[in-house]
């Protein structure tokens, strides 16, 4: 027996067609393009003789490459570093936000106003405050007798890298606060009060009652933050550019100027190739885990 759809279920496959469309334009060719590049030897420099097929001979070198492996590995150290402050500061802010006490909706926004600027402009703002000359970081720091000279937040490696670090823990702990409060407010009161009743302290009730109960949200937030960690290139860009020496090079940004700076069209589709499966791969990681936990609860 043969199924017919009805006027209503055409007109909703008629609604979606330019999302359909949109969708295949904008993401789906763009990446089946990029990876499809990825195995070619492509340079806009010799654009005119076309592209030589060499297989996998990009991620041969991708792997070999020290620029490469420099800046993976600050990508990872900086996700890990930072998307655990977030939840950790995240948990605290988010917890403040969902007690009841005057000048709750002041407290709020006043937490949510970093999450609100444009990124771009948090890491020009953090790059004058940590200037050597006359960043109001080392002016507070002098004035309070911490430090004698000025620190290199931005000339120093290792410091750069902490200083990126500060700027992105303050740029988007919000969001994180934000998504965690949506998920305190699920959890029934009813629970704390019994708790209290048969004695638990405020501590025991976060460690037996909220997080556990938080788990859901916290691996949906961790796993957005991850994802949109491990692709960091505005604030990067704005406030060290990957510098001193590529230190605080990020993947993103390095795959950004293989592609166009360099003009290497296959070596930069690859590295975008491997941003993608990683990213993926952690996806994957995390809904695997994420089902888990719901299928306990």
Request: no cysteine.
């Amino acid at each position: 027996m043969k199924y017919k759809m009805n006027k209503r279920e055409k007109m909703g496959y008629i609604f979606l067609l330019p999302s359909i469309v949109l969708m295949l334009a904008f993401i789906i060719y763009p990446v089946i393009n990029t990876v499809y590049l990825s195995f070619f030897n492509y340079r806009i420099q010799t654009l005119s003789m076309g592209k030589t097929f060499v297989g996998l001979n990009n991620y041969r070198m991708a792997f070999n490459d020290p620029n490469f492996l420099d800046a993976i590995s600050f990508t990872l150290i900086f996700t890990v570093v930072a998307v655990t402050l977030e939840t950790i500061i995240g948990v605290m802010f988010a917890l403040i936000m969902n007690k009841k006490m005057p000048g709750q909706g002041i407290i709020r926004t006043a937490v949510l106003i970093p999450w609100a600027i444009p990124t771009i402009i948090s890491g020009l703002m953090w790059k004058f405050m940590y200037s050597e000359q006359y960043g109001v970081i080392n002016y507070i720091f002098q004035k309070l007798m911490i430090i004698q000279e000025p620190i290199p937040w931005l000339s120093d490696a290792f410091l750069a890298g902490v200083a990126t670090i500060i700027a992105d823990v303050w740029k988007t702990t919000p969001y994180m606060s934000l998504l965690i409060l949506s998920g305190l407010q699920t959890i029934p009161q009813n629970l704390y009060e019994a708790s209290s009743i048969d004695g638990a302290t405020k501590r025991q009730q976060f460690f037996k009652i909220t997080l556990p109960l938080l788990k859901p949200v916290l691996s949906v937030a961790i796993l957005f933050r991850v994802i949109a960690t491990f692709r960091i290139y505005d604030l990067v860009a704005a406030l060290t550019n990957g510098g001193p020496a590529n230190a605080t090079q990020s993947l993103t940004l390095y795959t950004i100027r293989t592609y166009f700076n360099f003009g290497n069209i296959g070596y930069g589709s690859t590295l975008a190739t491997i941003t993608l499966l990683i990213s993926l791969l952690i996806s994957l990681l995390f809904l695997k885990s994420l089902r888990a936990k719901l299928e306990k609860v």
